[in-house]
Structures are given as C-alpha cells and as structure tokens.
C-alpha cells in the first residue's frame, strides 16, 4: 500500500528507537507500569499505602511488599508517577492513536473495520467473543510476563538487545506457544 512502511523498515526504525533508549535512558520495558497505574488508585484510596521514608534507598516505602522491591523503587515511581516510563507508555498511547489518524493499513470493508476477516471466517462476527478473546489473550499475556520478571519488549526486545539469556528464553517460550496456538484457532476449514 501506497505510503506505509515496509516490514524491514519498520523493523529497522524499532531497533533505532530501543537502542538510542538504551543509550540515552534505559532498556524499553513498560509492563511494570501497570503496577504503577495501579498503586496510584491504591494510594488515593489508602493514603498509607505509600509513605515518605528516611531509611528506603529510593526516600520512600510502602506497606505492600511487591511495591516496597528495590529499596521502594515502586512506591517512589508512585509517589512521582510522571517519571520517563510512565511518560512513554502515555506517549506510545497517543502515538498509536495518531498513526490511526494519519494512515497505515485501512481495512477494505466495514466488517474489517470491526473485526478481521480471519476471525470472523473461524468464529463468526460476535464482537463480543472477539473482545472477551483479545482481553484474555492480552491478560495473559501480560501475567504471564510478570511473571517472569518483564515484559514482552523489556525481555524479548530490550532483553535480546542485551544479549540477556532470560530475553531469549521468554522470547521461545512465547513463540513456542503462539505458533501451534495460532495455527490451531485459525486453521482454515475445508
């Protein structure tokens, strides 16, 4: 299509970005920001969830231990929540909402405007399912990435980056599981 970048461009333009953020900052990860979105809520509902403190590394401390690692490092980034990561997952939320402004790939049709084809041909047009499926997938995703300690792009991209064996290892892991499951959900019918 007229105007979109090509696959190894893009390809090209994402190792740019993660290395110049590992030069300039740190390693691109952001999963831990849903940790921090959600000591936020937390903390305004339990303003002692997070507290200043003189003994902590990071000069504050929570009564949760998972936010009190790293010497506090968590509840300060709740304490101080406009820091560069929280920052870059709001830009990377408005980046994607002005790409969709600005063009890429349309759909062809209404229907794929509201789902792809793929799905609709394996699992009907219900939107719902679509969105209850996509919700799930995204959730376990994104636990099953806590889980190991990151995210996808802190261990695949950034990790890999790094020559980091845990990046490789999630990054098998995860291909070895979405293959055989994406080849399974949309084999094509006959």
């Known amino acids: ?13 994402l190792a740019m970005a993660f290395f110049t953020a590992v030069l300039l900052v740190k390693p691109i990860g952001v999963s ?8 936020l809520i937390w903390n305004m509902l339990d303003a002692d969830v997070i ?3 003189d003994s902590a590394k990071s000069g504050y401390e929570s009564s949760n231990a998972y936010l009190n690692k790293s010497g506090g490092k968590y509840a300060a980034n709740i304490a101080n929540p406009l820091n ?5 997952v709001l830009a990377m939320m408005a980046g994607s909402f002005l790409s969709t402004l600005l063009g890429g790939d349309k759909p062809q049709s209404p229907a794929d405007r509201e ?8 699992f009907g047009a219900n939107p719902a399912l679509r969105y209850i499926a996509v919700f799930v997938a995204g ?3 994104l636990f099953g990435a806590r889980l190991a300690g990151g ?3 802190g261990h695949m991209m950034s990790g890999m ?3 980091a064996i845990s990046g490789y290892l999630f990054s098998l892991g995860a291909f070895a599981t979405a293959l055989p499951l994406a080849i399974i959900m949309f084999k094509k019918n006959k």
């Open 51 to 53: 507290t200043e403190s």
């Open 1 to 13: 299509m007229k105007g979109t970048l090509s696959w190894y461009m893009g390809g090209v333009l």
């Open 32 to 39: 831990t920001q849903f940790v921090i979105a959600d000591g």
């Open 161 to 163: 980056m790094q020559t």
């Open 84 to 88: 560069y990561s929280f920052v870059f």
């Open 115 to 122: 789902m792809p084809s793929v799905w609709r041909e394996r």
């Open 151 to 153: 995210c996808t792009s």
């Open 139 to 141: 959730f376990l995703v």
